[in-house]
């Protein structure tokens, strides 16, 4: 197969408008699969509770066709949004690429008290939140770019252990965290606490290649 110029040339730049998209897809999606899990967890099934009684009969108590069809959907829902976080983390990392290389044009109207740290720098990306940990209910949501979290920022950030450190450390203690947003910076007070779950905080970090 030949390689054309086509097939060589870089691809449109990836834009903010873009990856709002790709986290509005992922928003759907997920919210899909609530709705499927919230009525599995009303049949009293779950994704794995068994649809035959003791005796291996099919159960008359369970709607077995829609049980069946929203188990489906949840298995291709979870690929899909599988796919789609791939798409997210691809399009954070070359928006940050394209942010990096162009220059920084409003950097001199920044005050002189203002920290030297670049917002556009975020060191991890939240790829996932479990519902009703303490990251949930602090408003965390799978896309944010963490730029700051308790004494761990951009400037002294180095691996996952830094901030596993600090959580450890910070049980029952409230923490500030920095993020952006679709763009936007935020900043959420998030506990590290014991849970029905595991961990303290209930979500992932992901480092962000800097």
């Known amino acids: 197969m030949k390689m054309t110029e086509e097939d060589n040339a870089v691809g449109p730049p990836v834009t903010e408008e873009d990856v709002r998209l790709l986290i509005k897809r992922k928003d759907d999606i997920e919210e899909q699969i609530k709705a499927y899990d919230d009525m599995l967890r009303t049949a ?21 066709y829609k049980v069946r069809t929203a188990r489906h959907n949840i298995s291709c829902l979870q690929n899909d949004h599988k796919s789609i976080m791939v798409e997210i983390e691809e399009a954070l990392h070359k928006l940050h690429a394209t942010a990096r290389v162009k220059p920084e044009k409003d950097e001199t109207k920044m005050e002189v008290t203002e ?5 556009s ?20 949501r799978v896309g944010d770019e963490i ?4 004494s761990v920022n951009t400037q002294n ?38 849970w029905s779950g595991r961990g303290l905080l209930g979500c992932n970090l992901v480092p962000l290649q800097r």
């Not at 920290?115 to 917002?119: E, I």
């Not at 730029?147 to 308790?150: D, K, N, P, R, Y």
């Open 157 to 194: 950030f180095r691996n996952l252990r830094d901030i596993a450190s600090v959580v450890q450390h910070s049980e029952g203690k409230s923490l500030r965290v920095g993020l952006l947003r679709s763009g936007q910076e935020m900043h959420l007070s998030l506990t590290p606490k014991q």
């Open 115 to 119: 920290p030297a740290v670049s917002l």
């Open 121 to 140: 720098a975020p060191f991890a990306l939240v790829d996932t939140v479990t519902q009703g940990s303490p990251a949930f209910q602090a408003g965390l």
């Open 44 to 64: 009293g099934v779950g994704m794995d509770g068994p649809l035959v009684d003791v005796e291996g009969f099919p159960r008359a108590d369970v709607d077995l």
């Open 147 to 150: 730029i700051e979290l308790g």
